[in-house]
């Protein structure tokens, strides 16, 4: 059974290992953005302060922790460019698998789906937006399947979003 539950103190170090493994720095670490792990970290640490409108979350498969996500309402964070998307309703999410063994199962697709519902559960949420690197196929395809569609591409992003 998958489940979601908030990052707590003791999260930290583990959530800092998913982040510096490979297959997940290479789509988080954003270098023509100016965006390092650090920085992923300082949001987390945090989390009761300047980014308390974030709201991360720790995902557990029959127990297990594999992974992370978060959730935002888009007109709170302030450093972010949602183009012509209207910010009233407007969710921002972000996830990834940090342990390898959970990749290839399905088990990102029903994260997101799950994820989504959680968002739009809340009475003002009207959209969700995801902003994914270009490249990273394997993302892109688990928000298409999972109802998003392509808003539209920068050199280097993809903007998707579900109604």
């Known amino acids: ?9 003791s999260d930290i170090p583990l959530v800092e290992r998913w982040l510096n493994k490979e297959h997940v720095k ?25 980014y308390q409108w974030l709201t991360h979350l720790i995902v557990v498969w029959q127990g297990c922790p594999i992974g992370l996500c978060q959730y935002y309402k888009c007109v709170d964070s302030l450093d972010e460019d949602f183009g012509t998307l209207p910010l009233t309703g407007l969710y ?9 063994a959970y990749i290839g199962k399905g088990l990102g697709k029903r994260m997101i789906k799950e994820l989504v519902n959680k968002i739009f559960s809340f ?7 995801a902003h994914i690197d270009r490249n990273n196929k394997a993302s892109e395809n688990a928000l298409l399947s999972c109802g998003f569609r392509l808003l539209y591409a920068e050199s280097s992003r993809y903007f998707l979003q579900k109604l």
């Not at 059974?1 to 103190?9: P, Y």
Request: glycine share 6%; proline share 2%; hydrophobic share 40%.
């Open 26 to 50: 290479r789509w988080y670490e954003i270098p023509h953005l100016e965006v390092t792990i650090s920085d992923w970290m300082t949001e987390i640490k945090e989390r009761y302060g300047q």
């Open 92 to 100: 921002g999410i972000d996830y990834l698998i940090g342990e390898e």
């Open 123 to 129: 009475q003002d949420a009207q959209i969700v937006t």
């Open 1 to 9: 059974m998958l489940e979601f539950r908030l990052l707590d103190d």
